[in-house]
């Protein structure tokens, strides 16, 4: 008898021991460091030295086209990099000539996830999608916003969009099936977690919990390291160099327990430092 087929493996792959971002000085410092988590899924880490918020950027491949999530801080130069990672990809399934689809996504709109985007507008063959929630809601086939859930198919594999509003209106998660990754953008790091709004952060973190204890999540990676190995200890704001900064992987029990902790307020937030991140409520 022939069962259902079993859901496909997840995709391993590796993450350095630290991602650090370097010092002040520029002298011979690339301006991302990037790192292939495996051979369809890149990481790449804005030196500090370009900007203190160092953010991450996520370059995810499927079979017909590639997704670029966020696009830097300040004035950097991530065309070249993101050229050249698409065309060493093509390059290895024998397209060297092809120019492949490029769709550019925002985990938010804030300035330090947005600032290359004017650099990649005219590239061949690309779709840079709106920072609005309006245009993310359309892009990814979101029909009801923020509760249900989009998706986009990069060729043989899928993407689910989840809508998080609360750091920012327009924040979204992007959970990848074949490796389990969960991307949370400013919405959950190892860092300081600014909160704008606290209703629809509260939801969106309860959201977000629930996706992940009903899928097979293996990490969750932001866009942001801002605490120290020192539990409970995060740089101060604006700090460049950060040799002793925290992992940026987290896992589904640090999700968890954000959740616990932000239904406990009820509302009423209140700067409260867990072990690896800040939730840190500002004014709208
Ligand atoms: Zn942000
Ligand atoms: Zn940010």
Redesign the pocket.
């Known amino acids: 008898m022939r069962g259902r087929p079993s859901p496909s493996p997840l995709e391993s792959g590796s993450l350095p021991p630290t991602f650090y971002a370097g010092g002040p000085d520029c002298a011979g410092v690339p301006p991302f460091r990037v790192h292939a988590y495996n051979a369809d899924f890149f990481i790449l880490r804005q030196a500090a030295c370009t900007n203190f918020e160092k953010p991450f950027l996520y370059l995810v491949f499927g079979r017909d086209r590639a997704l670029l999530l966020d696009t830097g801080a300040g004035r950097v130069d991530v065309a070249t990099p993101v050229d050249t990672l698409i065309r060493a990809w093509l390059a290895r399934h024998g397209r060297a000539g092809d120019s492949n689809q490029l769709v550019v996504a925002h985990?938010?709109?804030?300035?330090?996830?947005v600032a290359g985007d004017s650099q990649l507008v005219h590239r061949p063959a690309t779709t840079v999608v709106g920072r609005d929630s309006a245009s993310v809601r359309a892009f990814f086939g979101i029909t009801h916003w923020p509760t249900d859930l989009g998706a986009i198919d990069l060729g043989d594999r899928v993407l689910d969009v989840i809508a998080i509003p609360g750091?920012?209106a327009a924040?979204i998660a992007i959970y990848d099936r074949r490796t389990g990754i969960l991307l949370t953008?400013?919405t959950f790091y190892p860092g300081r977690l600014?909160v704008r709004d606290t209703a629809a952060f509260a939801q969106s973190v309860d959201r977000l919990a629930a996706f992940t204890r009903t899928h097979a999540v293996t990490r969750l990676l932001g866009?942001?390291i801002e605490n120290t190995r020192t539990p409970f200890r995060d740089y101060p704001e604006g700090t460049v160099d950060q040799p002793d900064e925290h992992s940026l992987e987290l896992h589904p029990d640090q999700l968890f327990e954000l959740d616990s902790v932000v239904r406990a307020m009820r509302g009423r937030m209140s700067r409260t430092a867990l072990r690896d991140l800040t939730v840190w409520p500002v004014a709208p």
């Open positions: 985990s938010h709109a804030h300035g330090d996830h750091h920012q924040s953008g400013d600014y866009a942001h």
